[in-house]
């Protein structure tokens, strides 16, 4: 059955948007030495049409590595908004800043650098931020979901969007020898977000071209 995935996310891009804006910016970081671990086309543009349903101005990111998923985002945003996207390795951010400049998108998109577990905290003093995110994507050490979830929840206004990728990881979740930091904090980041007083949640399997894993997201009340 999964076999056919790839091809099948191929002809979902093909058909329902054609060709992928931002497959330069996965090049340039595939040249860069990044891993290749960016979404695939048919959910970075999954993303860019969610921004566009929230009329976003304020978009975070949790994991920039090269602006890939970035990109798709601030194509979304409205007029005058902004994509801040938290990233830990300075080289990622060069290379995500000098990609998202080739395409002229690098006013829409703020690279913070640093742990996201300290850069984060920093928005809550911010006016233009501070309880006026409108869509949050938490994509980068899953062993700090839970806490990226607590960190950004406040940051909602009402009616906003968190989407928390990679939550299946071709099914570890379900195994309960799996007791990897990544695997943990996938499995606790799902029970957080059901339980959470604020948070309508809910969660997808995905096939494709990355294999067999999943997105959960939630609605901010
Ligand atoms: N969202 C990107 C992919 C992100 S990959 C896309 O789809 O295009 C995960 C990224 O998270 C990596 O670049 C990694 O360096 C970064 N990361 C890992 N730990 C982090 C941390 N503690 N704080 C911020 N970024 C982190
Ligand atoms: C990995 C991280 C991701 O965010 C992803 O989508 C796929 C793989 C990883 O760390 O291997
Ligand atoms: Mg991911």
Known sequence: MTELAPDIDHF??????????????????????LPEIQVSAVFGRWLQLMARILHADVVLEVGTLGGYSAAWLAS??????????????????DVARENLASISLEDYVDVRVGPALDTIPLLHDDP??????????IDADKQNNPSYLDLIVPLCRPGAVIVVDNVVRGGSIIDNSRDDVSTVGSRDVLHLLGRHPRLDATAMQTVGTKGHDGFAFAFVN
Do not use: N, Y
């Open 76 to 93: 979304g945003i409205a007029q005058g908004g902004r994509v801040i996207s938290f990233e830990i390795d300075p080289h990622h951010a």
């Open 128 to 137: 233009h931020v501070a309880g006026r995110v409108d869509l949050a994507f």
């Open 12 to 33: 979902l891009q093909s058909a329902t948007f054609g060709e992928d804006p931002f497959a330069d910016i996965a090049e340039r970081s595939k040249k860069a030495g």
